[in-house]
């Protein structure tokens, strides 16, 4: 595969996943996670430090997010997904 045509797959496939983001839905979760992080009382370090999931990127709503994630942080911040999800109260 030549130079150009691995530049132009890369090109397609942030098209491709640029249209499955849901800026708003991102924006309401990184707000969520913002939320219950300060209700905590830790920074994003200790959140790192303890899942290994670097809550910045998501409080700044610029990656899209596994479900997986969701679930490893909701673990961490001892809710469920249900009630995360209301949390995040997307409509």
């Given at each position: ?22 800026k708003i839905l991102l924006k309401k979760i990184a707000i969520t996670v913002k939320s219950l992080r300060e209700q ?52």
């Amino acid at each position: 595969m030549s130079f150009l045509q691995i530049n132009f797959s890369r090109y397609l496939h942030s098209i491709f996943m640029d249209h499955l983001r849901n800026k708003i839905l991102l924006k309401k979760i990184a707000i969520t996670v913002k939320s219950l992080r300060e209700q905590l009382g830790v920074t994003q370090d200790d959140v790192y430090i303890a899942t290994n999931i670097h809550v910045g990127r998501i409080e700044t709503a610029k990656i899209n997010l596994k479900i997986s994630t969701i679930a490893a942080l909701c673990t961490y911040f001892k809710i469920s997904l249900v009630d995360f999800f209301k949390e995040v109260d997307y409509d």
